[in-house]
């Protein structure tokens, strides 16, 4: 029961840092009350199960991704895509194109939900529990913008080389100050993409509801019709997330 309470107490201490703040093992082994000894042993046992996870440069600690990996199984019980499903398919009907919903894991975005419309001629098709890298797409892009600075950098300066960076942190910056993302041809040539964040109570990025489509014959009447309806549908999912607009 000891090293239950122990191992739920650096869980909780984890928790209660932004994302963007590991904490060394010293500091955890401080607000924790434990020698670092003792520490040290007790993060070995929680990174074999995957609790929590170290970051090979820094050496500071962070929440596993098992957490977000068991939360996806409890997605059904806990009515979560029951809930925004009503409001995918009320984007897919008013666009009457594919429509997904991502969310951001360590260096990728995982497909969780995906809703096809009957009516295209032409399907863009992601398969759920496809993984993406953060810096690809208009979805990852959406999330990114909205994470925190130090958070987006660790993601950033993992996976683009030094001289793509600057015009990369200018695209995000534009993603944010619009409200969307949009990307073309970054994952198959002719088909494009545009995205909104979803934020939940905190103000953190929970994920990004997106629109995929070809970019065949694509007007700008249509694509602000897509940004349009997909920065609603972003901002109606956070709602239901509790997310309230400041």
């Given at each position: 029961m000891q090293s239950i309470d122990r191992a739920m107490n650096v869980i909780n201490v984890l928790v209660s840092h932004s994302s963007e703040n590991w904490l060394s093992i010293t500091d955890l082994s401080q607000e924790c009350d434990l020698p670092v000894s003792s520490m040290h042993r007790l993060l070995k046992a929680m990174s074999k199960h995957g609790l929590i996870q170290q970051d090979e440069q820094s050496k500071r600690y962070g929440l596993g991704s098992i957490w977000l990996e068991n939360g996806l199984r409890m997605y059904d019980k806990l009515d979560y895509i029951s809930q925004i499903r009503p409001e995918l398919e009320r984007l897919m009907n008013k666009v009457e194109e594919s429509v997904y919903l991502s969310q951001p894991i360590e260096m990728e975005s995982l497909i969780i939900e995906r809703i096809d419309s009957e009516k295209s001629q032409i399907r863009v098709y992601d398969h759920l529990g496809s993984r993406v890298p953060m810096h690809i797409g208009a979805a990852n892009k959406a999330m990114l913008a909205y994470m925190p600075s130090l958070q987006a950098t660790v993601i950033i300066?993992?996976?683009l080389p030094l001289q793509e960076r600057a015009d990369f942190w200018d695209k995000l910056k534009?993603?944010?100050?619009?409200?969307?993302g949009i990307s073309h041809n970054e994952r198959t040539v002719g088909t494009s993409s545009v995205a909104a964040p979803i934020l939940n109570h905190f103000g953190e990025v929970h994920g990004a509801v997106s629109i995929g489509?070809?970019?065949?014959?694509?007007?700008?009447?249509?694509?602000?019709?897509?940004?349009?309806?997909?920065r609603e549908a972003g901002r109606r999912v956070s709602s239901k997330l509790g997310y309230r607009e400041p």
């Open positions: 300066e993992s996976l534009e993603t944010k100050r619009k409200g969307y489509f070809v970019s065949f014959n694509l007007t700008e009447d249509r694509l602000d019709f897509l940004i349009q309806n997909v």
